[in-house]
């Protein structure tokens, strides 16, 4: 499981993992690692480097035309995300937005760092259905309640969780909250995918990021 986890404002969460509702259902059930899965297709420039070079683009919002590359550490960082790469039921992926001109990945704000899944596609609303390709939707990575990472993923059940306090959110059902004290949906990126595979960023978030209180 992941480390401890830190609010936006910088203090350590209250709920560590151990102590969750959620803690003792995740360990009952297999929650993937993210990234895990990741098969890289392309890279653009070095990896890795596509970090921002130009500070307004990097904490800007994802806009419209954006890419998206793998935001895990490791070998497969910043490269570009193709739809191939996600299986149904698969791994999760942490994903930055990069603008497509300036090249510059958006990572100067954690709040434009977003989740990828892929789930069937009858497994979604109608609503979500119409936000993703084939299947495999982006969500923000930042919990609702108090804006931990949202970490967890349970394939079997579609639904992601944050381990600070046990929220619970339905990716068919557009990130309904399902369980815990969120009281906010987590707000999707729609996106699309270009004639090369790339996935983008098809719209804005579908609300703003984070808890309400922040918003
Ligand atoms: S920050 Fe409390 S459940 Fe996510």
């Given at each position: 499981m992941p480390g401890p986890q830190t609010r936006i404002d910088g203090k350590p969460c209250d709920g560590p993992m151990g102590e969750s509702p959620l803690n003792e259902g995740l360990q009952r059930r297999q929650v993937l690692a993210l990234g895990s899965a990741a098969v890289a297709a392309c890279c653009f420039g070095a990896c890795g480097s596509a970090l921002a070079a130009n500070p307004a683009p990097a904490a800007e919002r994802p806009q419209k035309g954006d890419w998206l590359v793998i935001a895990d550490e490791g070998e497969q960082e910043g490269k570009v995300i193709t739809l191939?790469?996600?299986?149904?039921?698969g791994a999760m992926m942490n994903a930055w937005p990069v603008d497509a001109e300036s090249k510059t990945t958006r990572s100067k704000s954690r709040f434009n760092k977003v989740i990828v899944v892929r789930v069937e596609?009858?497994?979604?609303?109608e609503a979500t259905l119409a936000k993703s390709v084939d299947g495999v939707i982006a969500f923000s990575s930042v919990c609702t309640h108090q804006a931990c990472a949202v970490t967890g993923w349970i394939p079997e059940d579609a639904m992601l969780a944050c381990p600070c306090h046990g929220s619970l959110f339905s990716v068919g059902e557009g990130g309904k909250v399902l369980g815990g004290p969120a009281r906010k949906r987590l707000p999707i990126l729609p996106l699309a995918v270009d004639a090369d595979g790339m996935l983008t960023v098809?719209?804005?978030?579908?609300a703003k990021v984070g808890p309400a209180a922040q918003t």
């Open positions: 191939d790469m996600l299986n149904v039921g596609p009858g497994k979604l609303d098809a719209d804005a978030f579908t």
